[in-house]
């Protein structure tokens, strides 16, 4: 802005002259726009995804990337690659080929980006709560859903929602055994559901310990389902978390393995590549319980931990992840929720090997490497 | 500098915004009208809104008033929606609000939806800071923002009618009918709100970068106030005054949302029913308030699609209070006064989670006694001490307690220095000990320690009279109940933090004639840090979220004979959304202007107002709350009439 000196000459022997010049200072800075920060653009080989769920309603979710030969953390890769932020409640991810599909929970969408360079390729919208996603072939994948009742069919290629299975429950974890995806009932219900992929049609239920979470599948083409027994102030209240060991073949329950603490919550069961040790986070709702930790136990044990592989030891365990290639144990510390969370990297042998700081409550691993 | 000045005008409007017919005739020669203070105001921090602006912005709603013209922060989910006030860096809970003497935020969540009150239902509202709240009520460990109507004895007969018209489908009607007589008085007012609120904005959550309209954000609220009073005799006067707003409002998603259909509504009704009783003497006088203050608020998010309909949440909170309160003064000689009173609160309240067919059901009891000694020891040196006890459930509270001093070193010279003390209580809310889940009985109450001082100088120099008064305040929380996020998204209240915020807070004002053109200029900006003190907290020294570091407003107001505007001008600085301070969980600072023009037509002893206003002029898009869209560029224009026909003047 040019001002010729002249004709807007300002008098500041009068009060009027203080008054435009005040108006003129304070009008000024602030009439400019706001800039956009610029995009940044990424080529990456191998690592691991680390999800920050944020905050709900916050709108904050990010993603972050972590290459561990390198030692290299890079957070916010989504919104400084497309200029946009993920949304509300990044859940969950699934890799399939070249793309990652994002699922956004209480923004009903799937983000999908290039596992690469982490562009922004379509967005799957129009769902309900999604909650995690199990692609099937190129052209279908099942969501799960928190709320809606069904889970929804939708195409990995077109980014569109194709038909939905009705279950008459919410959806949580999956998992594609031969002819049937699994599906677990978690929020305050307490059922396993299959249903058969090629007429996308549910089958049958199963009754397991309440709110089953998380779901594996071993060496032994055994279904490990966790569960983590509800929450005390809810309706039907809380009940001893258990871990489940099923069989797909018959559709029933080997063995039952219950937790002692009445207030144990676990989560998060993965396992390792070689599918014969289980992996689970043992906490409370919202607070730590005195042995709270990441537990580890072979598929052929005969009891539960009696105490943890890694303790908590004060921390916030959140999320848990075990690398593919190498079997060492990702865990994140969610602090207090409302400030960027850590990152802990141990090795199979449970010594920590580095740890960082990503963004807002670290919720889940999802590892991309080229071959195994 | 003419042709500057000239712009100026031109471009600033005239007017006294839409809506102001409404009020009685109010002209810029009456702002600085000051009175002798009586002995019980001496050294409280109290700021008291002027009467112009209140004719200015008596077309809103008092979260917009707040945020124009105080150093209060207000978080607001957009227009319409909820808006809550927060002093000095405390929570919204921490501010307590008064209607006619009655603490009207919720029990159940500690808060008053500033949406919900209308500044035309308010002929009073005065800003209590830090422990000069206490004059008030306690549990303001931020300040009190006090409501009041009062009589006007030489009404006469007026009616009043207004229709105001604006963008996003916003029409509001008012109607305000008054009548005196003798020793009655009364008076009454309507007002009709409505608004499509399908505003545009600019779309860079999604990922769509393009402007568009906002979703399911309609909403329509309507309200009446009816006041009557009545002199008994001339020692002795009765009053009722009922007041209820109704609200239904969908609410919009955040701005990243792109699910399916979805339907989220809130519907809100406030009923709030207060008798008074007042006798004079001649150095005493006696006050009894006894009245209901009901709300009821009914929540509903739902999704759609070809499987059906999904209930995400489906609530009902209800609370009734009934509150009463008998004030005696006696002044022992004019310059010293002794104040109490005895305030019995019973409260019954209700949350419902229709859904999951869960909820609670609870009564509180609550009593409280006050006295307080005020004394002008000289000309030059005032002061009070007061002392309050609670009583909640029959559990006796901490004590609270408060001192103040104010010193005019000069007499007569404009120079006034005041300084408060005081240590205050709030007690948890019902949400925060019952609610299911994340609801802890075993809360503490939250204490804070008070303290502020500050400068006054009022001068009036060649004609233009100058005022400037600075505060710093500091203030030291114990037990601060936060709600913090837990697993599953469910979230807790604990108390977790020590907090303390200190601050300064500079208010200063210019009026004076040009010719035949009336000019005042304000203005406020406060500094605020609130920081998380708890030693083994990981966000120790750490801002706490949505608490702007930096808060300014300033105001132009011009009037020429029948013409008068203003140009309005509000700066939120940028706030944490997370514990840590790091640049990249900032919400931007944002900046609004704001022009008003008007023009009056005077028809005998009746009045015809038009109006212009036109808000957000530089069209920013800004975001209060995280991902939550506000509207851009928008306008009103509004047409009045008052007709008056005098009484018993």
């Known amino acids: 802005m040019v001002i010729s000196k002249n004709k807007y000459k300002v008098n500041l022997s009068t009060v009027e002259g203080w008054l435009s010049l005040l108006l003129v200072f304070l009008l000024f800075p602030f009439s400019s726009c706001e800039d956009e920060a610029p995009l940044k653009q990424f080529q990456v080989n191998e690592g691991v995804f680390i999800l920050n769920e944020g905050n709900y309603t916050y709108g904050n979710a990010a993603l972050s990337f972590y290459n561990p030969d390198k030692k290299e953390l890079t957070n916010r890769i989504f919104k400084n690659t497309n200029g946009f932020p993920i949304g509300d409640v990044l859940q969950s991810m699934t890799i399939a080929d070249s793309l990652a599909y994002l699922v956004v929970n209480n923004s009903g969408k799937i983000l999908a980006i290039s596992i690469n360079t982490f562009k922004h390729k379509g967005t799957i919208s129009g769902l309900v709560s999604p909650r995690q996603m199990l692609v099937l072939s190129a052209s279908k994948a099942y969501v799960s859903d928190l709320y809606d009742k069904s889970v929804s069919i939708v195409n990995p290629q077109t980014y569109t929602k194709t038909g939905s299975i009705p279950l008459g429950k919410s959806s949580e974890a999956m998992l594609k055994w031969g002819n049937y995806v699994f599906v677990t009932n978690w929020s305050k219900q307490n059922t396993l559901q299959r249903i058969d992929i090629a007429t996308d049609k549910f089958?049958?239920?199963?009754?397991?310990?309440k709110q089953p979470n998380s779901m594996v599948l071993d060496k032994n083409n055994k279904i490990w389902v966790l569960s983590d027994g509800g929450l005390a102030s809810l309706p039907g209240g809380k009940v001893k978390a258990c871990l489940t060991r099923i069989d797909p073949e018959t559709f029933k329950i080997e063995?039952?393995?219950?937790?002692?603490?009445?207030?144990?919550?676990?989560?998060?069961?993965?396992?390792?590549?070689?599918?014969?040790?289980?992996?689970?986070?043992?906490?409370?709702?919202?607070?730590?319980?005195?042995n709270g930790g990441v537990y580890r136990m072979s598929v052929s044990d005969l009891a539960l931990p009696a105490s943890p592989w890694i303790p908590e030891s004060g921390k916030l365990f959140y999320a848990l992840g075990v690398d593919p290639r190498n079997g060492n144990v990702y865990v994140s510390d969610a602090v207090d929720y409302m400030q960027p969370g850590w990152v802990y990297r141990y090795s199979r042998e449970a010594v920590l090997l580095d740890s960082f700081k990503t963004d807002i409550i670290p919720s889940a691993f999802c590892f991309k490497y080229q071959k195994l | 500098m003419r042709r500057l000045l000239a712009i100026l005008f031109v471009i600033c409007p005239f007017a006294k915004g839409i809506g102001q017919s409404l009020a009685d005739t109010v002209r810029l020669h009456e702002v600085f009208v000051t009175s002798a203070r009586q002995v019980t105001e001496r050294a409280f921090y109290i700021k008291s809104i002027d009467s112009i602006v209140l004719a200015n912005t008596s077309g809103t709603d008092l979260s917009e008033l707040l945020q124009k013209y105080s150093f209060l922060y207000i978080k607001s989910y957009g227009a319409g929606g909820l808006s809550t006030a927060s002093f000095r860096g405390t929570s919204a809970s921490h501010t307590q609000v008064l209607w006619n003497g009655f603490n009207i935020n919720s029990p159940l969540w500690g808060q008053t939806d500033l949406s919900m009150m209308p500044v035309f239902f308010t002929d009073e509202v005065s800003l209590f800071y830090g422990s000069s709240s206490l004059a008030k009520t306690s549990g303001g460990l931020g300040g009190c923002i006090s409501l009041n109507n009062s009589p006007d004895w030489n009404a006469g007969t007026q009616l009043s009618l207004a229709q105001t018209a604006g963008s996003f489908g916003y029409y509001l009607s008012q109607l305000k009918a008054g009548f005196s007589r003798n020793r009655?008085?009364?008076?009454?007012?309507?007002?009709?709100?409505?608004?499509?609120?399908?505003?545009?904005?600019?779309?860079?959550?999604?990922?769509?970068?393009?402007?568009?309209?906002?979703?399911?954000?309609?909403?329509?609220?309507?309200?009446?106030?009816?006041?009557?009073?009545?002199?008994?005799?001339?020692?002795?006067?009765?009053?009722?005054?009922?007041?209820?707003?109704?609200?239904?409002?969908?609410?919009?998603p955040i701005m990243s949302f792109s699910g399916a259909s979805r339907y989220e509504n809130q519907k809100d009704n406030m009923l709030n029913i207060i008798g008074e009783w007042k006798y004079y003497s001649a150095n005493s006088n006696l006050t009894f308030h006894s009245g209901l203050i009901r709300n009821s608020l009914s929540y509903i998010l739902t999704n759609t699609n070809p499987g059906g309909t999904f209930v995400n949440y489906d609530t009902e909170n209800r609370s009734n209070v009934f509150a009463n309160k008998l004030n005696f003064q006696h002044n022992f000689t004019p310059n010293s006064v002794l104040k109490t009173f005895v305030e019995a609160n019973f409260t019954s309240a209700r949350y419902s989670d229709l859904k999951e067919n869960t909820g609670f059901d609870v009564q509180q009891s609550d009593?409280?006694?006050?006295?307080?000694?005020?004394?002008?020891?000289?000309?030059a040196v005032s002061g009070y001490l007061l002392a309050q006890q609670k009583m909640l459930d029959g559990k006796l509270m901490p004590f609270i307690a408060a001192a103040g001093l104010e010193i005019q070193p000069w007499i007569n010279q404009g120079l006034t220095i005041r300084a408060n003390m005081g240590r205050n209580l709030h007690v948890p809310n019902l949400n925060d000990r019952y609610f299911n889940p994340g609801g802890n009985h075993d809360l503490k109450p939250e204490t804070g320690y008070q303290a502020d001082a500050g400068v006054q100088f009022v001068k009036t120099l060649n004609n233009v009279r100058f005022q400037l008064e600075v505060t710093g305040f500091t203030a030291w929380i114990n037990d601060w109940i936060l709600w913090h996020p837990s697993e599953y998204r469910y979230w807790t209240a604990d108390n977790v933090q020590q907090v303390f915020s200190r601050g300064a807070e500079v208010n200063a004002g210019l009026k004076g004639d040009l010719g035949s053109v009336t000019w005042q200029l304000k203005g406020n900006y406060a500094f605020t840090r609130t920081t998380n003190e708890e030693s083994e907290s990981p966000s120790k020294?750490?801002?706490?979220?949505?608490?702007?570091?930096?808060?300014?407003?300033?105001?132009?107001?011009?009037?020429?004979?029948?013409?008068?505007?203003?140009?309005?001008?509000?700066?939120?600085?940028?706030?944490?959304?997370?514990?840590?301070?790091?640049?990249?969980?900032q919400l931007p600072s944002y900046f609004l202007l704001d022009f008003a023009l008007g023009k009056k037509f005077?028809?005998?002893?009746h009045a015809l107002n038009f109006n212009l206003k036109l808000n957000n002029i530089l069209n920013k898009q800004y975001q209060v709350i995280e991902q939550r869209a506000m509207p851009g560029r928008n306008f009103l224009v509004g047409?009045?009439?008052?007709?008056s026909k005098n009484g018993n003047q």
């Open chain 2, 602 to 605: 005077d028809i005998k002893q």
């Open chain 2, 184 to 252: 009655f008085v009364s008076s009454t007012r309507l007002f009709y709100d409505r608004a499509k609120n399908n505003f545009r904005y600019y779309d860079n959550a999604s990922g769509l970068f393009d402007y568009i309209r906002q979703k399911n954000a309609d909403y329509h609220k309507e309200g009446f106030l009816q006041e009557v009073y009545y002199k008994i005799s001339s020692r002795q006067f009765a009053g009722l005054k009922v007041m209820s707003v109704w609200a239904d409002r969908n609410l919009p």
């Open chain 1, 203 to 209: 089958v049958d239920s199963m009754v397991v310990t």
């Open chain 2, 639 to 643: 047409l009045s009439f008052n007709f």
């Open chain 1, 255 to 290: 063995k039952e393995f219950v937790f002692p603490d009445l207030n144990a919550a676990p989560t998060r069961l993965c396992m390792n590549n070689g599918k014969d040790s289980l992996y689970f986070l043992n906490g409370s709702w919202g607070s730590s319980v005195s």
């Open chain 2, 541 to 585: 020294g750490m801002q706490l979220i949505y608490i702007p570091k930096n808060v300014s407003n300033l105001q132009l107001f011009l009037e020429k004979g029948t013409y008068s505007s203003s140009i309005s001008f509000h700066n939120t600085g940028s706030r944490y959304t997370s514990t840590t301070e790091s640049e990249a969980y």
């Open chain 2, 367 to 379: 009593i409280n006694l006050q006295s307080s000694f005020h004394r002008i020891f000289n000309p």
